[in-house]
């Protein structure tokens, strides 16, 4: 790792960007280089402009994609180079108009139907039935699962923010059902490893793409004739009462106080159920 880019990292951690915003951020610079083919801190104001107008009128860049590659390489020469220049000032991404992919529950169904292998399918549908992003469902740990009251506790979701959703019984099964098939102390959805079999042992989660390539796959072979991603089957659920009401949900893990008596980290409740007579 360069020293400029070292200390763009150190920028943004001490702006408190999340870890995510921190690697698009960098990407978004590591391509301005790239395109130029020396380093970033070489490229002259007239060179970022023509870079600009290149993403907008050759590279057809969508709002997103522009909106990233412009925050990122703002807060590089506003804030580690020290540079104030105009062109930061007045660059905007392209307006867009368009409505979004909507699928019928039918869809989803045959959608999920079509996801091949058990650990994307469970994910995905948990993510559709939870309303979760992309990230939220694949970070789900065990701890994350309150079960006597029928929640997910969602962490550092959009704004950093955590959020209680609701669990449907049928999720909640399902999610047993899968966990039993790796037993993993913490991740819900553990990262598989190359063979598949460490699951178990796993110290990390299930990678982002996988699930998204599990969803292309399954789009294609549904027959389904939309341009959808794993965020169109985010519903509008699960944002927290303005009283907050469930934020001191008691929590009985995966399987319940019911299950106590069966081995396993997940089927004793912990000490939050005990407190509060769970």
């Known amino acids: 790792m360069t020293p400029l880019r070292q200390r763009m990292l150190e920028d943004l951690q001490l702006r408190g960007l999340s870890e995510r ?67 930061l000032t007045f ?3 392209p307006q867009e108009h368009k409505l979004p992919a909507i699928l019928s529950l039918e869809e989803v169904h045959t959608l999920l139907q079509c996801v091949r292998l058990p650990r994307y399918r469970t994910c995905l549908t948990t ?6 992003r992309l990230q939220e469902g694949t970070h789900l740990q065990i701890a994350d699962i309150a079960s006597a009251r029928m929640l997910v506790h969602v962490r550092c979701g959009k704004g950093a923010k955590d959020r209680y959703v609701p669990l449907p019984s049928q999720t909640l099964e399902g999610l047993r059902q899968y966990w039993k098939t790796h037993r993993n102390p913490v991740w819900l959805f553990p990262a598989p490893g190359r063979s598949g079999v460490e699951r ?6 299930m990678p982002r793409t996988s699930v998204q390539d599990a969803f292309r796959a399954a ?23 303005p009283g907050g009401r469930y934020q001191s949900a008691p929590h009985s893990g995966l399987f319940g106080a019911q299950h106590a008596n069966h081995d396993g980290p997940l089927y004793a409740p912990d000490r939050q159920s005990r407190h509060h007579g769970a």
């Not at 993403?55 to 994609?65: C, D, E, I």
């Open 219 to 241: 789009l294609k072979a549904s027959g389904i004739h939309q341009r959808a991603s794993v965020h169109t089957l985010t519903p509008l659920v699960g944002h927290p009462s």
């Open 127 to 132: 993510i559709d039935a939870c309303g979760l």
């Open 200 to 205: 178990s042992t796993a110290s990390t989660p």
């Open 91 to 93: 660059v905007r991404p």
């Open 21 to 87: 915003t921190q690697e698009r951020y960098v990407r978004a610079v590591r391509q301005l280089a790239d395109h130029y083919h020396k380093s970033p801190a070489q490229i002259t104001e007239e060179e970022l402009r023509d870079y600009f107008l290149y993403l907008k009128n050759v590279k057809h860049s969508s709002r997103s994609a522009s909106t990233i590659a412009r925050c990122g390489i703002t807060f590089f020469y506003e804030h580690t180079l020290k540079r104030d220049w105009t062109t």
